[in-house]
């Protein structure tokens, strides 16, 4: 099947941050494949849902095989998929490494693997990774290398794809988000987890999904980690 409407995959698009990219790619009239672990069936046509860990390949096999059989191509894909774990680095378990490694690390890995393929074959494409600012402004308050090691990884992932694909018309970009409103805060807590950015206050996921908007439609712009954190990047 070939079609001439654009497709995107997005992972983690069960909830926050992720279902919000579904609906929004779906108003610019894009068909979707939405991947998560408990993702339910969708009565719209153009969007086709697949239930699986991402960190699986079978999954992620899965995921772009639908694209390509339902859809007949691939021009975007959205790593939003990840876990964090927050911990004093002596906490951390070995299953709490393993998890984030083979989620945040492995995920990436084997989806974006097998979409970049098909992607080539068009000669377009965009990646878009969501990171965290994390990455590059630690803080005493947040102890979270295991998300330092592996968001980072995302981050330098990024850079390199996007000078190995430059030429071959595939752009890789990056979001580094703050803290977002999302179910992974409870909502007593924004007041002091705004405090840890400059502007005062917790994001919302809307400023998550129109930086990555905006990606789509900046053409230019690639190898590029967009900062969405209220200025914590820049400093305190």
């Known amino acids: 099947m070939v079609t001439e409407q654009k497709v995107a995959i997005i992972t983690g698009a069960g909830q926050g941050i992720g279902a919000a990219l579904v609906d929004a790619y779906r108003a610019r009239d894009y068909r979707v494949v939405a991947n998560s672990l408990s993702i339910a069936a969708s009565s719209d046509d153009g969007i086709a849902t697949v239930r699986g860990d991402i960190s699986d390949r079978k ?9 390509m059989t339902r859809f007949g191509r691939i021009d975007t894909l959205i790593n939003n998929a990840g876990i964090f774990i927050g911990k004093p680095f002596g906490q951390y378990t070995e299953a709490d490494y ?5 989620v945040n690390l492995g995920g990436f890995f084997h989806v974006t693997q097998l979409a970049i ?33 592996t968001k980072g990884g995302l981050a330098a992932a990024t850079r390199s794809l996007a000078i190995e694909y430059a030429k071959r018309g595939i752009r890789v970009n990056a979001v580094a988000p703050g803290v977002i409103k999302t179910s992974m805060h409870p909502v007593e807590s924004y007041a ?45």
């Open 59 to 67: 999954t992620a096999e899965r995921v772009v095989g639908d694209a």
């Open 98 to 102: 393993n998890a984030m490694l083979s």
């Open 117 to 149: 393929v098909e992607m080539e074959k068009r000669g377009s494409g965009h990646i878009v990774q969501i990171t965290t600012t994390l990455v590059d402004r630690a803080m005493s308050a947040v102890p979270s290398v295991l998300a330092s090691l």
């Open 192 to 236: 002091q987890l705004g405090a840890l950015h400059p502007i005062g206050r917790v994001g919302e996921i809307s400023d998550i999904v129109g930086a990555i908007l905006y990606l789509e439609s900046a053409g230019f712009v690639t190898g590029e980690t967009i900062h969405v954190d209220g200025g914590q990047a820049a400093g305190h």
